[in-house]
């Protein structure tokens, strides 16, 4: 049974579940949705209930977490208070540690005692709160709610008061990175996935919307704090999401099924003979995988993520089935694997083959014709598709300092990087190809034919880009690559390197060719951003300016609170007006804009602005309002600066009161774009006019009638330089782009058109970028790329690891990593210190600007207060002079700030740092840096300790509201040493890999030498031309070989001597034995005949008999010594001639000869002597060397049943008239020859059945031909 | 303009007495204003033109509304301005700007879209509209601001907002 589900059929199996699943699926859908369907009315009530339920569960358990902070912090503060020798600023220490979410706020006799992080509230009424302590209740400021309880401590005779709150609901709302959403209504909305409103007071009503479901939030205490409704779920939806439901599942399990017919056909494809018939299947499976994950819309519709949001990228390529980062990183993974499959086809199997290509001029000429074109098609979609990648993406790949990208962007890395590793195996498998089929290899002619494929591959992608109207990329990275495929497929050729050390420079190389693209198409992008603000700058025309005032007033008429600040006892108009900026559209159009309250009589109360001079504000008696409850919009023109402004008043009513009007003003001014500062936390993320590159960089000039009339930039343009842009040629589309050179730096301009009557051109220019920018943008992303090889290069060493276990690292290796070490380690820390004492010296001259700021402010208004002098009236003199934003503190509370509008909206405490008063007041400080932070900004505030007129105030001075200027910023500091000190890196890796490969080149072929000498080879003599210990090291080593030869020589005559005397004995021992009977017989024969014996002729059969016998003997004797004389017995074994040519060719690395082992065969197995096979390739190649070869070429092939290995030299030759002996014993033209060489050589090929023939001999050189049976035939 | 006043100092020369100075003065006065401002519509938006924009506009609203982004986006510029209620705001390419859209009606399904306003006959056409769509299953509405601009012969969208 098991084996009958094996293979195949197992996935065949799994595949016919898969389509039954699929189709019980598509039978079920429909009865789920008709069973919803009949049953939604009593499921919609059970659905509310469970929500409401969970709801319900979610407060408590806030409740709960609250509640039980309260009473510890309460606890503890009675045991501080109750310790008679506390003192404040332990309380204060011990609350400001205590937990950094929660709001702490400790009172006594309704005076604020001690507070951490946030005042939440302002002052304290027992009586307001007296029906609360003890309860958990929403606490509303203008901007945040918070979920707060209150709690009576009593405690050593006093009564204080714990307030702890932590904020649950923010109502405004930021787009920029440092803002924190905080929303528990959007939190519940996401979570049951229907639309939900909260509503924080006790007097709030259940919704009379029979669509929706309300639910009271009762506190711990019984008592109603608030309601929750939400949008019941509705059947359209529910019905929808089981269909998506279903639809996800149907596509899951249809690629399911696609992938387990992959695996069906697997093993059929795996045994298709022709490799390239196995490439086309493989390819059209994985091609057509890609299109079913395409139709079914894998991954989007599973996950929801940024890798899935086509903001971030998306392309028109092949319909758009490259439309977000991860439709990317699929695709190029699938196109990635048929390029590998293609590679192994042409490479690895055609170098495996025993049926290798057949070259011939004629296909060589059509490869070309045919390869040429395809390799520059490659190219070119290699360049398009990185041009994608930087213009149909919003990530900014360059402009951000940080080195490790976020998720989208560093997913694009790897996708860019894939897809030049594609690129190079295609092209690389090509040029392969293409020299397969050229007839002439391994020889001079063969370099020459390479050089020349090289040149005509440069020259056409010369020409295909010349006649191209926009070619892509540059001609220096199309010589680099064809340089760098060439290069490659040398080292495949040549260098026989492998696969594994391929791969990994292939890697190197797409990364190297990738970024360098990169950085030229945004470079180019950076270019096209100066005719991107251009644009922007023009964009707001009045029509959109009406557009946004109109959909401003709407927002705010649709929120019920709007009365809410008119109605109030202490009406705050300024938070209220900032909320209806921060939550309507004019927060996202980066323009200049003023959201004002303003009573029946069109006085202002007040309001918020960002980026809006007081200038503009509307005149109240000029102030267009109607009184029909219908907005107004109308243009205005202000006398300041020329500037135009849109206005929109719409009244504010409850029933049909009016309370007053909302007046929305934009403003635009091309020059208020850089004049009024907007703080960080305040600024919109989003466009900004130019999120390609900082809008602090760009220069903006305005002219009109040849003359300049604004500009955005500190640097000055000269006249000349204003005439060359006013006269600049322009196109059709009333543009031009202008180099031009500004104080010895190049810029570069864009020129456009801007009003059809007058001549009015606006002007955007960026400074190019110098040497430590451009080492920063290019290292910057090939240390990612060099990160990701190297966590694959390492995934790879962990999967393989048996393969790798009995790996060593060489001598040289083992200097090299020694060498990396002790100059990259000391560097990196250098830099690390380096960058940590610059930001300290920064942050140390920081504060000391900020201090002197603060100090300046002191002695301003010291110097100006007297008697009649309003302090508050002095106090803003002294911002507007000394042109520094300060606060101004006493007992702890704000009394003014020159950014007074962040404290009244609320985004700023008027209560000071409870950190900062502690030190000040308990702990006798005088002056102290805080780090704080509004949302996620951070910033430092210099406090001190001053005096007015005798008081005593705290001056605060921040780097938040106020410009200090540094030598080196945090940013410029990171981009220039990791500029700088990557190509340090770079360069160290060179030099360390050449000084590495020049120590340990002599202990190389120390080493090689001995391997010779241990193979017998003991002819070698290394060059004695070197320094020092080597020089003496190497000269004892060729002087103990030479003695080895010689002890060797003599050992061997004494031996042959010893033998040959032995021999002799035994040998006249031996004879002697027979002759001794055959003497005694003859004597008695001879003494018979003279005797005349009668028994003559039986003593003469006995005689000639025995002689027989003992000639008999003798001959024998002589047999079996002529068998002991012959060689020692062969060890018969199956060995590779390859790597037997391989390790004899190594022996010679070190000669003054050239020699060039070559074959198509990867192995040729043959049955042999190992070390006799060696021992014959040594001597033919000695001889070779003896006899004045300077080339000697060893080439390796197969012909039917055999193996033909062929030496050839280019030596003297062998005289016509010894040809016939060089191979018989003893012969030799040598003087201290003994004749054996070539001798051995033919006994050990012919031992093993095969032949060995000099082919050729002539003064030109010598050719040797060995032949071999191949293994099986054997 | 030339010939226009040509005409009437012509025609005050033959006049009689009765066709006074300061009348004369007022009628030229009047041909001077109406031939500056006729003159001034040197770039005369035509009907054609207009007829054009218009055809985008409505072209946008029907791919809205039938949940095809592909009807309009050869018609998009090769850098729109996107502002959108799921708070994608930014320059976008042609070919990602419809990827954007497509991926924002997916979400919030248009249920109707009205022009409130259009105007045509101007160097940047515009409309602004009034959009209802369903997202989850709840019922919301939005502003629409869309706008053209010259390329060449022909007209791109420049901004689409929907907030």
Known sequence: MKNYFSGSRKYFSFLIITLILILAAGILQPVIVQNKNDNWNSEVSQLSAEIESSVIQNFKLKEKHTQDFADDVADSVAAYINNRSYGIERLFNFIGGVNDFYNIQIFENDSLLAWNSNAVLKYFDRSEFANRIGQSFFYETNLIIYFSHLTRIDANGRSLFLFVSCPIEKKYDLINKYYVPLSWQTELTEKYLTEFNVYYTSNAQFSADGRKHSCELINSNGYKIGVVTFQKPSLSFALNEIQNTFY??????????????????????????????????????LAALRVILFLFEFPNTIIKSELTNSAYFSSVFANGIVRSPFDFLITVSLFLLICFAFFRSAVVAETDSENPVKPSWYKFVIGLIIIIPIYLLILRGLGASIRSVIFDSTLRYFRDPDLIPELPAAVMHLNVLMLGFCSLLVTVALVYILYK??????????????????????????????????????????????????????????????????????????????????????????????????????????????????????????????????????????????????????????????VNFRNHDHEYLGGFSIKFDNVFRA???????????????????????????????????????????????????????????????????????????????????????????????????????????????????????????????????????????????????????????NLFEFFKIFFVHSLIILLTLLATLIIRIRKFKDYRLTFRGQLLIAFLFVSIVPMVLLAVYFRDLTEEKSMEAIFYKLGKRA????????????????????????????????????????????????????????????????????????????SERIENYKYHSFYYKGYIGGSEYIFVVSDIFNTILIPFSDVELDIFLFGIYSLAVILIILISTILANQISSPISELTIATKSVASGDLSIELDENKTGELKIFVKGFNSMVKQLKRSQAELAELERETAWKEMAKQVAHEIKNPLTPMKLSIQQLIAAKKDGSPKFDSIFEKVTATVIDQIETLKNIASEFSSFARMPGLKVEDIDLVKVCDETINLFSQEKIKLVFSSDLRTAVIAADYDQMKRSLINLIRNSIQADASNISLSLKKDNDFYLLTITDDGDGIPAEIMEKVFDENFTTKVHGMGLGLAMVKRSIENVGGTVKIETSSSAGTTITLKLISKAEF | MLFCIYLIILINRNLQSAMNNRFTIRILITFVLLSIITSAQGYRITIEQAEEAERILLNFRSGLLEGKVDKFTEDLDSKTYLSLANGVAGYFSSSQASNVLQDFIKTNIPLEFEFFSMKTRTFYPFGSANIKYTVKGARKSSQVFISLKPAGNAWKISQITIN
């Open chain 1, 248 to 285: 996800k599942i149907q596509s899951a399990l249809g690629i399911l099924a696609f992938l387990f017919l992959g695996m069906v056909f697997r093993r059929r494809v795996s045994s298709i003979s022709n490799k390239y018939v196995r490439f086309m299947f493989i390819a059209v499976y």
């Open chain 1, 437 to 594: 089929y050229s007839p002439v290899k391994y020889s001079l002619k063969g370099i020459y034919l390479f050089l020349f494929i090289f040149l005509l591959f440069q020259s056409a992608g010369f020409l295909f880009d010349y006649f191209q109207k926009q070619p892509q990329g540059t001609p220096i990275i199309r010589i680099i690559f064809v340089l760098l495929t060439f290069l490659f497929v040398y080292l495949l050729i040549a260098k026989r390197t492998s696969r594994f050390q391929l791969y990994l420079y292939f890697a190197f190389a797409a990364s190297f060719v990738t970024v360098y693209m990169l950085n030229f198409y945004n470079s180019e992008l950076e270019k096209e951003s100066l005719k991107t603000t251009a644009f922007e700058l023009i964009r707001p025309n009045e029509n959109l300016l009406e557009f946004i005032v109109t959909e401003a007033l709407m927002e705010a008429d649709q929120d019920n609170n709007l009365y809410t600040p008119f109605d109030a006892a202490d009406p705050n108009f300024e938070a209220s007006a900032f909320k209806i900026w921060s939550n309507s559209v004019l927060q996202g159009e980066s323009i200049g804009c003023e």
């Open chain 1, 619 to 773: 005149d109240p008696n000029n102030l267009k309002a109607h009184l029909n409850g219908l907005q107004n919009i109308y243009h205005d023109q202000s006398i300041y600066r020329d500037a135009e402004i849109v206005r929109g008043v719409m009244p504010v009513k409850m029933e049909d009161d009016l309370l007053g009007y909302l007046e929305i003003s934009v403003l635009y001014d091309i020059n208020l774009l850089s004049g009024i500062e907007v703080p960080p936390f305040l600024s919109n993320r989003n466009s900004m006019i130019n999120n390609t590159v900082d809008f602090d960089k760009l220069i903006i000039l305005e002219f009109s009638s040849d003359r300049l009339i604004d500009k955005i930039s500190s640097i000055n343009i000269s006249q000349p330089q204003i005439e060359l842009m006013t006269s600049a040629d322009l196109s059709q589309n009333n543009e031009a782009w202008l180099n031009l050179k500004i104080n010895d730096e190049d810029y570069r301009f864009y020129l456009l058109k801007t009003d059809f009557e007058e001549t009015k051109i606006l002007a955007v220019g960026l400074k190019e970028k110098d040497v430590s920018w």
């Open chain 1, 855 to 930: 100090v300046s402010v002191e002695e301003y208004i010291n110097s100006y207060l007297h008697s009649t002098v309003n302090l508050n009236t002095l106090i803003e003199k002294a911002a507007f002079d000394l042109k520094i934003d300060f606060s101004i503190y006493k007992k702890g509370g704000l009394v003014y700030s020159s950014e007074q509008k962040y404290f009244d909206i609320g985004l700023m405490n008027e209560q000071l740092n409870p950190i900062v008063y502690n030190k000040f007041e308990n702990e006798g400080i005088l002056e102290f840096v805080a």
